[in-house]
Protein backbone atom coordinates (compact mmCIF):
# COMPACT_ATOMS: atom_id res chain seq x y z
CA UNK A 1 0.00 0.00 0.00
CA UNK A 2 3.30 2.16 0.58
CA UNK A 3 4.84 1.35 -2.70
CA UNK A 4 2.80 4.48 -4.59
CA UNK A 5 3.47 7.11 -1.79
CA UNK A 6 6.88 6.04 -1.48
CA UNK A 7 8.00 5.82 -5.37
CA UNK A 8 6.08 9.67 -5.66
CA UNK A 9 8.10 11.10 -2.79
CA UNK A 10 11.37 9.46 -3.56
CA UNK A 11 11.17 10.65 -7.43
CA UNK A 12 9.49 14.39 -6.39
CA UNK A 13 11.76 16.16 -8.12
CA UNK A 14 11.02 14.48 -11.22
CA UNK A 15 6.94 14.86 -10.77
CA UNK A 16 7.60 18.59 -10.35
CA UNK A 17 9.86 19.18 -13.65
CA UNK A 18 6.85 17.26 -15.32
CA UNK A 19 4.18 19.60 -13.81
CA UNK A 20 6.45 22.36 -14.74
CA UNK A 21 6.88 21.63 -18.20
CA UNK A 22 3.37 21.10 -18.05
CA UNK A 23 2.61 24.58 -16.80
CA UNK A 24 4.91 26.27 -19.59
CA UNK A 25 2.69 24.18 -22.36
CA UNK A 26 -0.63 25.74 -20.05
CA UNK A 27 0.95 29.19 -20.88
CA UNK A 28 1.75 28.50 -24.11
CA UNK A 29 -1.92 27.02 -24.86
CA UNK A 30 -3.55 30.05 -24.01
CA UNK A 31 -1.77 32.29 -26.15
CA UNK A 32 -4.37 31.74 -28.81
CA UNK A 33 -8.00 31.05 -28.61
CA UNK A 34 -7.81 28.28 -31.21
CA UNK A 35 -5.85 26.32 -28.04
CA UNK A 36 -6.98 28.00 -25.23
CA UNK A 37 -8.87 24.48 -24.26
CA UNK A 38 -5.80 21.98 -24.61
CA UNK A 39 -3.82 24.74 -22.56
CA UNK A 40 -6.63 24.49 -19.87
CA UNK A 41 -6.14 20.69 -19.76
CA UNK A 42 -2.37 20.66 -19.31
CA UNK A 43 -3.34 23.17 -16.46
CA UNK A 44 -4.94 20.92 -14.46
CA UNK A 45 -2.98 18.06 -15.07
CA UNK A 46 0.27 20.07 -13.80
CA UNK A 47 -1.54 21.24 -10.48
CA UNK A 48 -3.11 17.67 -10.20
CA UNK A 49 0.33 16.55 -9.90
CA UNK A 50 1.60 19.16 -8.05
CA UNK A 51 -0.65 18.72 -5.34
CA UNK A 52 -0.23 14.83 -5.39
CA UNK A 53 3.57 14.91 -5.35
CA UNK A 54 3.26 17.90 -2.21
CA UNK A 55 0.76 15.81 -0.26
CA UNK A 56 2.90 12.86 -0.39
CA UNK A 57 5.80 14.92 0.78
CA UNK A 58 4.09 16.49 3.61
CA UNK A 59 5.33 15.61 7.18
CA UNK A 60 2.44 14.46 9.34
CA UNK A 61 -0.75 16.03 7.58
CA UNK A 62 -3.90 16.57 8.58
CA UNK A 63 -6.05 14.52 6.43
CA UNK A 64 -9.10 15.54 7.02
CA UNK A 65 -8.41 19.06 7.24
CA UNK A 66 -6.93 19.01 4.01
CA UNK A 67 -9.16 16.78 1.73
CA UNK A 68 -12.51 18.75 3.64
CA UNK A 69 -10.45 22.06 2.35
CA UNK A 70 -10.07 20.96 -0.67
CA UNK A 71 -13.51 19.30 -1.50
CA UNK A 72 -15.13 22.52 -0.64
CA UNK A 73 -13.04 24.33 -2.43
CA UNK A 74 -14.07 22.28 -5.99
CA UNK A 75 -17.69 22.41 -4.80
CA UNK A 76 -17.20 26.25 -4.67
CA UNK A 77 -15.25 26.40 -7.46
CA UNK A 78 -17.55 24.36 -9.73
CA UNK A 79 -20.79 25.73 -8.85
CA UNK A 80 -19.47 29.18 -9.50
CA UNK A 81 -18.20 28.53 -13.11
CA UNK A 82 -21.44 26.92 -14.21
CA UNK A 83 -23.25 30.29 -12.52
CA UNK A 84 -21.22 33.00 -13.13
CA UNK A 85 -22.61 35.48 -15.77
CA UNK A 86 -20.26 36.40 -18.34
CA UNK A 87 -20.68 39.76 -17.50
CA UNK A 88 -19.31 38.98 -13.72
CA UNK A 89 -16.34 37.39 -14.88
CA UNK A 90 -13.81 40.35 -14.44
CA UNK A 91 -15.02 40.89 -10.88
CA UNK A 92 -14.85 36.86 -10.66
CA UNK A 93 -10.93 37.11 -11.58
CA UNK A 94 -10.41 39.78 -8.89
CA UNK A 95 -11.94 37.88 -6.50
CA UNK A 96 -9.98 35.24 -7.22
CA UNK A 97 -6.61 37.02 -7.11
CA UNK A 98 -7.51 37.91 -3.99
CA UNK A 99 -8.23 34.61 -2.80
CA UNK A 100 -4.49 33.83 -3.84
CA UNK A 101 -3.11 36.90 -2.27
CA UNK A 102 -4.58 35.87 0.96
CA UNK A 103 -3.42 32.41 0.92
CA UNK A 104 0.30 33.86 0.69
CA UNK A 105 -0.19 36.32 3.79
CA UNK A 106 -2.28 33.06 5.70
CA UNK A 107 0.89 30.75 4.83
CA UNK A 108 3.69 33.73 5.67
CA UNK A 109 1.84 34.61 8.96
CA UNK A 110 1.70 30.57 9.99
CA UNK A 111 5.53 30.09 8.87
CA UNK A 112 6.46 33.39 11.21
CA UNK A 113 4.06 31.66 14.37
CA UNK A 114 5.70 28.19 13.69
CA UNK A 115 7.12 27.36 16.67
CA UNK A 116 10.56 25.73 17.37
CA UNK A 117 11.75 27.04 13.81
CA UNK A 118 14.58 29.94 13.77
CA UNK A 119 13.88 32.06 11.01
CA UNK A 120 16.89 32.34 9.02
CA UNK A 121 18.00 36.04 7.57
CA UNK A 122 16.60 34.52 3.63
CA UNK A 123 13.49 33.29 5.70
CA UNK A 124 12.70 36.69 6.97
CA UNK A 125 13.15 38.31 3.73
CA UNK A 126 11.54 35.68 2.29
CA UNK A 127 8.22 36.15 4.49
CA UNK A 128 8.68 39.38 4.38
CA UNK A 129 8.54 40.05 0.53
CA UNK A 130 6.02 36.93 0.27
CA UNK A 131 3.53 38.69 3.01
CA UNK A 132 3.42 42.25 1.97
CA UNK A 133 2.81 41.55 -1.77
CA UNK A 134 0.14 39.10 -0.84
CA UNK A 135 -1.67 40.99 1.33
CA UNK A 136 -1.53 44.18 -1.28
CA UNK A 137 -2.92 41.80 -3.66
CA UNK A 138 -5.61 40.73 -1.20
CA UNK A 139 -6.87 44.14 -0.56
CA UNK A 140 -6.07 45.88 -4.30
CA UNK A 141 -7.96 42.80 -5.54
CA UNK A 142 -10.89 43.36 -3.31
CA UNK A 143 -11.52 46.57 -4.41
CA UNK A 144 -11.04 46.22 -7.59
CA UNK A 145 -13.48 43.54 -7.24
CA UNK A 146 -16.19 45.93 -6.01
CA UNK A 147 -15.11 48.53 -8.08
CA UNK A 148 -16.09 46.30 -11.67
CA UNK A 149 -19.18 44.95 -10.11
CA UNK A 150 -20.29 48.83 -9.38
CA UNK A 151 -20.27 48.02 -5.65
CA UNK A 152 -21.49 51.02 -3.66
CA UNK A 153 -18.21 50.77 -1.19
CA UNK A 154 -15.63 50.68 -4.25
CA UNK A 155 -15.68 54.19 -4.89
CA UNK A 156 -12.92 55.98 -6.81
CA UNK A 157 -11.55 58.22 -4.46
CA UNK A 158 -9.36 61.72 -5.62
CA UNK A 159 -7.68 64.96 -4.96
CA UNK A 160 -4.29 66.41 -3.93
CA UNK A 161 -4.46 64.30 -0.07
CA UNK A 162 -4.47 61.13 -1.95
CA UNK A 163 -0.54 60.43 -3.17
CA UNK A 164 0.87 62.41 -0.23
CA UNK A 165 -1.13 58.99 1.99
CA UNK A 166 -0.16 56.25 -0.70
CA UNK A 167 3.75 57.13 0.26
CA UNK A 168 3.56 57.98 3.78
CA UNK A 169 1.50 54.07 3.70
CA UNK A 170 4.27 52.65 1.31
CA UNK A 171 7.42 54.07 3.54
CA UNK A 172 5.79 52.80 6.78
CA UNK A 173 4.82 49.64 5.33
CA UNK A 174 8.18 49.22 3.96
CA UNK A 175 10.00 50.50 7.13
CA UNK A 176 8.08 47.87 9.16
CA UNK A 177 9.07 45.18 7.18
CA UNK A 178 13.09 45.97 7.20
CA UNK A 179 12.52 46.24 10.85
CA UNK A 180 10.98 42.84 11.02
CA UNK A 181 13.50 41.42 8.33
CA UNK A 182 16.79 42.97 10.78
CA UNK A 183 15.06 41.76 14.73
CA UNK A 184 12.65 39.11 13.97
CA UNK A 185 10.37 41.08 15.74
CA UNK A 186 6.59 39.82 15.60
CA UNK A 187 4.71 42.87 16.26
CA UNK A 188 6.98 45.09 13.12
CA UNK A 189 5.66 42.02 11.15
CA UNK A 190 1.88 42.04 11.97
CA UNK A 191 1.75 46.13 11.53
CA UNK A 192 3.85 45.57 7.90
CA UNK A 193 0.99 43.28 6.92
CA UNK A 194 -1.66 45.77 8.21
CA UNK A 195 -0.03 48.57 6.41
CA UNK A 196 0.53 46.52 3.17
CA UNK A 197 -3.23 45.78 3.41
CA UNK A 198 -4.72 49.54 4.13
CA UNK A 199 -1.70 50.61 1.29
CA UNK A 200 -3.37 48.00 -1.55
CA UNK A 201 -6.31 49.22 -1.09
CA UNK A 202 -5.32 52.70 -1.55
CA UNK A 203 -3.45 52.34 -4.35
CA UNK A 204 -5.98 51.19 -6.59
CA UNK A 205 -8.94 53.53 -5.09
CA UNK A 206 -7.97 56.14 -7.13
CA UNK A 207 -7.27 54.52 -11.03
CA UNK A 208 -10.47 55.39 -13.05
CA UNK A 209 -12.49 52.74 -15.12
CA UNK A 210 -10.95 53.10 -17.74
CA UNK A 211 -7.86 51.39 -16.63
CA UNK A 212 -9.53 48.78 -15.01
CA UNK A 213 -8.22 45.79 -17.86
CA UNK A 214 -4.62 47.22 -16.61
CA UNK A 215 -5.03 46.78 -12.98
CA UNK A 216 -6.94 43.48 -13.35
CA UNK A 217 -4.02 41.95 -15.32
CA UNK A 218 -1.33 43.32 -13.01
CA UNK A 219 -3.15 42.12 -9.73
CA UNK A 220 -2.75 38.80 -11.52
CA UNK A 221 1.08 39.35 -11.98
CA UNK A 222 1.36 40.39 -8.02
CA UNK A 223 -0.74 37.14 -7.32
CA UNK A 224 2.06 34.83 -9.09
CA UNK A 225 4.84 36.68 -7.45
CA UNK A 226 2.91 36.21 -3.73
CA UNK A 227 2.75 32.66 -4.88
CA UNK A 228 6.32 32.33 -5.77
CA UNK A 229 7.46 34.31 -2.47
CA UNK A 230 5.40 32.14 -0.61
CA UNK A 231 6.84 29.02 -2.62
CA UNK A 232 10.68 29.74 -0.97
CA UNK A 233 8.94 29.94 2.50
CA UNK A 234 7.50 26.33 1.97
CA UNK A 235 10.88 24.91 -0.05
CA UNK A 236 7.91 24.39 -2.82
CA UNK A 237 10.04 24.17 -6.11
CA UNK A 238 6.66 23.74 -7.87
CA UNK A 239 5.06 26.74 -6.48
CA UNK A 240 7.55 28.92 -6.81
CA UNK A 241 8.19 27.87 -10.79
CA UNK A 242 4.52 28.30 -11.36
CA UNK A 243 4.20 31.76 -9.17
CA UNK A 244 7.14 33.11 -11.23
CA UNK A 245 4.68 31.71 -14.66
CA UNK A 246 2.04 33.82 -13.51
CA UNK A 247 4.53 37.20 -12.25
CA UNK A 248 5.91 37.03 -15.46
CA UNK A 249 3.26 36.31 -17.92
CA UNK A 250 0.77 38.79 -16.42
CA UNK A 251 3.55 41.44 -15.83
CA UNK A 252 4.11 41.29 -19.92
CA UNK A 253 0.46 41.06 -20.65
CA UNK A 254 0.41 44.81 -18.43
CA UNK A 255 3.35 45.61 -20.69
CA UNK A 256 1.56 45.29 -23.66
CA UNK A 257 -1.61 46.38 -22.75
CA UNK A 258 -0.16 49.88 -21.49
CA UNK A 259 1.46 49.66 -24.76
CA UNK A 260 -1.83 49.17 -26.50
CA UNK A 261 -3.33 52.80 -24.79
CA UNK A 262 0.45 54.54 -25.51
CA UNK A 263 0.69 54.89 -21.62
CA UNK A 264 3.40 53.93 -19.56
CA UNK A 265 2.56 51.29 -16.16
CA UNK A 266 3.53 53.95 -13.58
CA UNK A 267 1.08 56.39 -15.27
CA UNK A 268 -1.92 54.35 -15.27
CA UNK A 269 -1.05 53.17 -11.62
CA UNK A 270 -0.57 57.04 -9.88
CA UNK A 271 -1.88 58.59 -13.24
CA UNK A 272 -5.39 57.48 -14.51
CA UNK A 273 -6.93 57.94 -17.15
CA UNK A 274 -11.07 58.18 -16.27
CA UNK A 275 -12.85 57.81 -12.79
CA UNK A 276 -15.41 55.04 -14.28
CA UNK A 277 -17.83 57.26 -15.66
CA UNK A 278 -18.16 59.63 -12.41
CA UNK A 279 -16.65 62.33 -13.83
CA UNK A 280 -18.14 63.71 -17.26
CA UNK A 281 -16.23 64.95 -20.14
CA UNK A 282 -15.14 68.56 -20.22
CA UNK A 283 -18.12 70.75 -22.07
CA UNK A 284 -17.12 73.11 -24.85
CA UNK A 285 -20.44 74.94 -25.10
CA UNK A 286 -21.11 73.77 -28.69
CA UNK A 287 -24.30 71.97 -29.66
CA UNK A 288 -23.76 68.61 -30.76
CA UNK A 289 -26.30 67.09 -33.13
CA UNK A 290 -26.37 63.18 -34.06
CA UNK A 291 -28.03 60.77 -36.33
CA UNK A 292 -30.14 58.44 -35.28
CA UNK A 293 -31.55 55.33 -36.97
CA UNK A 294 -33.21 51.99 -36.42
CA UNK A 295 -32.33 48.08 -36.70
CA UNK A 296 -33.82 47.45 -39.42
CA UNK A 297 -32.21 50.45 -41.33
CA UNK A 298 -28.75 48.87 -39.72
CA UNK A 299 -30.24 45.58 -41.32
CA UNK A 300 -30.42 46.42 -44.64
CA UNK A 301 -27.42 48.47 -45.18
CA UNK A 302 -25.50 45.49 -43.57
CA UNK A 303 -27.57 43.35 -45.86
CA UNK A 304 -26.38 45.57 -48.97
CA UNK A 305 -22.77 45.64 -47.83
CA UNK A 306 -19.55 44.09 -49.24
CA UNK A 307 -17.47 44.34 -46.01
CA UNK A 308 -18.50 44.74 -42.37
CA UNK A 309 -16.52 45.08 -39.12
CA UNK A 310 -18.18 44.57 -35.52
CA UNK A 311 -16.21 46.13 -32.48
CA UNK A 312 -17.51 44.58 -29.98
CA UNK A 313 -17.01 46.39 -26.61
CA UNK A 314 -18.05 46.06 -22.65
CA UNK A 315 -21.87 46.94 -23.88
CA UNK A 316 -22.38 43.34 -25.47
CA UNK A 317 -21.21 41.82 -22.31
CA UNK A 318 -23.20 43.74 -20.48
CA UNK A 319 -26.40 42.84 -22.36
CA UNK A 320 -25.09 39.28 -23.52
CA UNK A 321 -25.42 39.85 -26.67
CA UNK A 322 -22.57 37.51 -28.26
CA UNK A 323 -24.96 34.60 -29.06
CA UNK A 324 -27.13 37.45 -30.92
CA UNK A 325 -24.02 38.85 -33.00
CA UNK A 326 -23.03 35.29 -33.76
CA UNK A 327 -26.58 34.57 -35.53
CA UNK A 328 -25.89 38.23 -37.40
CA UNK A 329 -22.95 37.07 -38.45
CA UNK A 330 -23.64 33.91 -39.14
CA UNK A 331 -26.49 35.06 -41.74
CA UNK A 332 -24.41 37.75 -42.88
CA UNK A 333 -22.19 35.30 -44.09
CA UNK A 334 -24.68 33.14 -45.52
CA UNK A 335 -25.83 35.83 -47.83
CA UNK A 336 -22.22 36.92 -49.13
CA UNK A 337 -20.90 39.28 -46.54
CA UNK A 338 -17.40 39.92 -45.56
CA UNK A 339 -17.92 39.84 -42.01
CA UNK A 340 -15.09 40.56 -39.27
CA UNK A 341 -14.52 41.40 -35.69
CA UNK A 342 -11.86 44.05 -34.60
CA UNK A 343 -11.01 43.63 -30.75
CA UNK A 344 -8.88 46.26 -28.92
CA UNK A 345 -6.71 45.02 -26.19
CA UNK A 346 -8.43 46.84 -23.48
CA UNK A 347 -12.27 46.38 -24.95
CA UNK A 348 -14.01 44.98 -22.05
CA UNK A 349 -13.57 44.99 -18.24
CA UNK A 350 -10.42 42.40 -18.74
CA UNK A 351 -7.54 41.16 -20.74
CA UNK A 352 -9.05 39.02 -23.63
CA UNK A 353 -12.87 40.00 -22.15
CA UNK A 354 -14.69 40.42 -25.85
CA UNK A 355 -12.49 37.32 -27.23
CA UNK A 356 -13.91 35.27 -24.31
CA UNK A 357 -17.44 36.45 -25.39
CA UNK A 358 -17.45 35.49 -28.46
CA UNK A 359 -15.65 32.69 -28.28
CA UNK A 360 -18.39 31.47 -26.02
CA UNK A 361 -20.38 31.92 -28.88
CA UNK A 362 -18.76 29.98 -31.08
CA UNK A 363 -17.78 32.98 -33.53
CA UNK A 364 -14.78 31.09 -35.71
CA UNK A 365 -11.24 32.14 -34.60
CA UNK A 366 -9.94 33.64 -38.11
CA UNK A 367 -12.36 36.02 -38.30
CA UNK A 368 -11.73 37.69 -34.72
CA UNK A 369 -8.89 39.70 -35.44
CA UNK A 370 -6.53 42.19 -33.41
CA UNK A 371 -6.51 45.79 -33.76
CA UNK A 372 -2.80 45.99 -35.24
CA UNK A 373 -4.16 43.01 -38.11
CA UNK A 374 -7.49 45.04 -38.73
CA UNK A 375 -7.04 48.70 -38.48
CA UNK A 376 -5.96 48.97 -42.04
CA UNK A 377 -8.61 47.44 -43.73
CA UNK A 378 -11.21 49.76 -41.85
CA UNK A 379 -10.89 52.48 -44.72
CA UNK A 380 -12.05 49.83 -47.57
CA UNK A 381 -14.90 48.97 -44.71
CA UNK A 382 -18.61 49.72 -45.88
CA UNK A 383 -20.38 49.20 -42.30
CA UNK A 384 -18.47 48.77 -39.18
CA UNK A 385 -20.90 48.15 -36.25
CA UNK A 386 -19.39 48.97 -33.13
CA UNK A 387 -21.90 47.33 -30.27
CA UNK A 388 -21.18 49.18 -26.68
CA UNK A 389 -17.50 50.56 -27.48
CA UNK A 390 -16.90 53.63 -26.58
CA UNK A 391 -13.41 54.70 -25.56
CA UNK A 392 -11.21 52.16 -27.88
CA UNK A 393 -12.68 53.85 -31.30
CA UNK A 394 -12.92 57.55 -30.33
CA UNK A 395 -10.75 59.40 -32.95
CA UNK A 396 -10.03 62.20 -29.67
CA UNK A 397 -7.10 59.39 -28.77
CA UNK A 398 -6.10 60.84 -32.52
CA UNK A 399 -7.00 64.31 -32.84
CA UNK A 400 -7.28 66.04 -29.69
CA UNK A 401 -4.10 66.91 -27.93
CA UNK A 402 -6.32 68.09 -24.67
CA UNK A 403 -7.77 64.44 -24.50
CA UNK A 404 -6.95 62.61 -21.82
CA UNK A 405 -6.54 59.25 -23.73
CA UNK A 406 -4.52 61.42 -26.63
CA UNK A 407 -2.46 59.17 -28.27
CA UNK A 408 -4.15 55.93 -27.56
CA UNK A 409 -4.37 53.48 -30.35
CA UNK A 410 -7.48 52.86 -31.39
CA UNK A 411 -9.71 51.04 -33.46
CA UNK A 412 -9.94 53.61 -36.65
CA UNK A 413 -14.05 52.74 -37.13
CA UNK A 414 -14.16 56.33 -38.17
CA UNK A 415 -12.53 55.61 -41.60
CA UNK A 416 -15.05 53.48 -42.86
CA UNK A 417 -17.73 54.48 -45.09
CA UNK A 418 -20.76 53.95 -42.59
CA UNK A 419 -20.26 53.54 -38.89
CA UNK A 420 -23.02 52.35 -36.45
CA UNK A 421 -22.96 52.28 -32.45
CA UNK A 422 -25.77 50.58 -30.48
CA UNK A 423 -25.61 52.53 -27.31
CA UNK A 424 -28.48 52.67 -24.54
CA UNK A 425 -27.72 56.15 -24.43
CA UNK A 426 -25.51 59.44 -25.27
CA UNK A 427 -24.00 59.01 -22.04
CA UNK A 428 -19.78 58.58 -21.71
CA UNK A 429 -18.23 55.85 -21.56
CA UNK A 430 -16.55 53.78 -18.52
CA UNK A 431 -13.25 56.48 -18.81
CA UNK A 432 -15.94 59.24 -18.49
CA UNK A 433 -15.29 60.64 -22.32
CA UNK A 434 -17.18 62.12 -24.88
CA UNK A 435 -16.57 60.77 -28.53
CA UNK A 436 -16.50 62.55 -31.89
CA UNK A 437 -17.32 59.47 -34.11
CA UNK A 438 -20.84 59.71 -32.09
CA UNK A 439 -21.28 62.85 -34.01
CA UNK A 440 -20.26 62.32 -37.59
CA UNK A 441 -21.94 62.79 -40.88
CA UNK A 442 -20.86 59.03 -41.76
CA UNK A 443 -22.26 57.71 -37.97
CA UNK A 444 -25.59 56.35 -37.01
CA UNK A 445 -26.78 56.16 -33.61
CA UNK A 446 -29.05 53.12 -32.43
CA UNK A 447 -30.47 53.43 -28.96
CA UNK A 448 -31.44 50.05 -27.13
CA UNK A 449 -30.30 47.09 -25.27
CA UNK A 450 -27.37 44.87 -27.41
CA UNK A 451 -29.46 42.22 -27.24
CA UNK A 452 -32.58 43.37 -28.50
CA UNK A 453 -31.57 45.99 -31.22
CA UNK A 454 -28.92 42.77 -32.78
CA UNK A 455 -31.78 40.24 -32.59
CA UNK A 456 -34.26 43.13 -34.47
CA UNK A 457 -31.25 43.47 -37.14
CA UNK A 458 -31.58 39.84 -37.48
CA UNK A 459 -35.07 40.06 -38.30
CA UNK A 460 -35.33 42.87 -40.25
CA UNK A 461 -32.54 40.66 -42.75
CA UNK A 462 -34.55 37.52 -42.83
CA UNK A 463 -37.58 39.67 -43.77
CA UNK A 464 -35.91 41.25 -46.07
CA UNK A 465 -33.66 39.34 -47.97
CA UNK A 466 -30.06 40.48 -49.93
Known amino acids: MNIIPQFIAQNADWFYLIG ?66 MTQMPETVALMHSFVGLAAVAIAVAAVLHTGEAHSTIARLELFIGCFIGAITFSASVFAFGKLGGKKWAKTIGGGWVKPLQALLFIAMIGFGVLYFVTDDL ?75 NRSLLNVLF ?73 HPVAGRMPGHMNVLLAEADVPYDDILEMDEINSDFPSTDVVLVIGANDVVNPSAKDDPNSPIFGMPILEAAKAQTVMVIKRSMNTGYAGLDNSLFYMDKTMMIFGDAKKMVEEMVRSINGTGH
Open 187 to 261: NAFYAMTALAVVFGWMWIAPIGGGDMPVVVSLLNSFSGWAAAGIGFTLGNSMLIIAGSLVGSSGAILSYIMCNAM
Open 271 to 343: GGMGTGGEAAAADDGVAKTYKSGSAEDAGFLMSNASDVIIVPGYGMAQGRAQNAVKELYDLLKEQGVNVRFAI
Open 20 to 85: AVLFVLTLRGLSSPKTAVKGNRFGMAAMTIAVITTFFLAEGPVLWLIIGAMVLGALVGMWKAKTVA
